[in-house]
DNA sequence: TATTGAACATGACGTAGATCATGGTAGATG
DNA sequence: CATCTACCATGATCTACGTCATGTTCAATA
């Protein structure tokens, strides 16, 4: 097993047959990114109420489907999943990976059907949050409904960053942005910021980034070379942050 | 002045001078488009009274600018805008357009400033929906929140779409893209689905689709060639809307 | 009316990244 | 253990679109 799952499964998240996990958002560590808000305590445990904790999803296997009837998003507690959708003409757009403490499927609130599908790159457990019970509590809790609003419009900026990203930015630069981001975001979950496993296949991030996987694997070649960092296979040890920033062109 | 403008031009968004706008939400001809829930009539005479319709903005003029302090989000009452967002190395991305009975602006939530800036393309005017109030509204009105859920729900996707286009399409299928889009806006505005102005320069639509303007004139010149449309200028006339589809290669 | 300048069109040419082809490696399965 | 199949790396070639250069049109202003 990997450096990083191991790092995570230290976590109440692996106990898959249990049907009473210990877990509450009040004691849950992934709380400061997937709740930022200050909620009172019995808010949580309002919440807590409404939030079911499913049993850990495989590999490969979906948490919903593009066109799917819309109920709950959905906040990853463990493991790593993908977002994406299906073309017209039948090839796949790759439209995110989240990562533990953060959120998916709120693109399937505008149409009550979810806009994407999303499937689990490895072994992860998920928190459910029906949709419904969400919209009643934040009309009662100020400061939750706010949460959300703010998690959308999150999402959307996020998108907009990625749209950039696409339009502007060459091969390099989109990979490059791409490690950060992932960086970065281990870094919030108080894993490390220089060397993890991608969870994800090159197939993936290629698509993600609006390039083939020949490509990519070109890029991660070019970044060796120059001692950004090292790739062996999935495992990435970051060398040269700084010079990775300048890669990705992203300024500071 | 344009056909374009003429039609709306017999709104009461026309009126630049006046106090006392005589338009609310109730007998606005947009809110089919702007507010498409049923709301009783007392909460529209609610929002009504939230919601402040500023004097027109003129061409080129900001309607806010990124890194603003965030208040407020806008509907377009006439005119059009575009969204952009300057990038770290100083260039510019055009994020979207928004037309008459769209909403800008909600990219702001997520950090109290707006994630970008949003200019006039022709004059224009908007109705200014104080996010404060909004919330708290919200929460009294549960269709309200809805609502609001949605419609940051929808600019998810069509931000997804957006990201679709530039990752997977040709310079040919972005620009048809963008064609049909403004057609069925036009449309859901009772306006004309094959003729219309085009509000935006050339170098916009480009960098909206992350084109040069020399391939969008391209494309252009080949879609007249192909006698998909008609283009003079800024005046676009669709004559074979089938054919454009296919172009676009979006299914049906 | 002449003049200036933005916006658009179009040709010639260069290039980043796609496509095609081949081979290597690691984990799954009989 | 052998075999199979994803997944990844890397070279050779092709091409869509960018870049550069030049010209046109039209609206604004002297």
């Given amino acids: 097993m990997s450096i990083h799952l191991a790092n995570i499964g230290d976590d ?71 977002a ?17 403490g953060e959120i998916l499927g709120m693109d399937g609130i505008a149409n009550n059907s979810h806009a994407s599908s999303a499937k689990a790159l490895e072994t992860s457990a998920v928190c459910e949050i ?18 959300f609003f703010q998690l959308m419009s999150r999402e959307i900026t996020e998108d907009q960053q990625l749209i950039t990203l696409l339009s502007k930015n060459s091969a390099d630069e989109r990979v490059a942005s791409l490690m950060l981001s992932i960086s970065t975001r281990n870094a919030r979950r108080k894993l490390s910021a220089t060397q993890f496993r991608l969870p994800m296949s090159r197939v ?11 490509t990519v694997s070109r890029v991660f070649s070019r970044m060796q070379k120059m001692d950004l960092l090292s790739v062996d296979n999935k495992e990435i040890e970051i060398k040269d942050i700084q010079g990775l920033r300048d890669m990705a062109n992203l300024g500071s």
């Fill in 130 to 147: 029906p949709f419904s019970s969400l919209e009643k509590l934040s009309t009662l809790m100020p400061s939750l409904q706010r949460h």
């Fill in 12 to 82: 109440e998240a692996y106990k898959p047959c249990a049907h009473d996990y210990q877990t509450n958002c009040g004691n849950c560590r992934l709380n400061a990114i997937c709740l930022p808000l200050a909620l009172e305590s019995e808010d949580i445990a309002q919440l807590d109420e409404i939030i079911q904790r499913s049993k850990p999803i495989q590999k490969n296997q979906h948490l919903y489907r593009e066109e799917d009837n819309f109920q709950s998003v959905y906040a990853v507690r463990s493991g790593t999943l993908k």
């Fill in 84 to 100: 994406y959708k299906t073309t017209d003409d039948g090839r796949e757009q790759v439209t995110g990976f989240y990562f533990p």
């Fill in 204 to 214: 993936d991030i290629g698509n993600y980034l609006g390039l083939t996987v020949e």
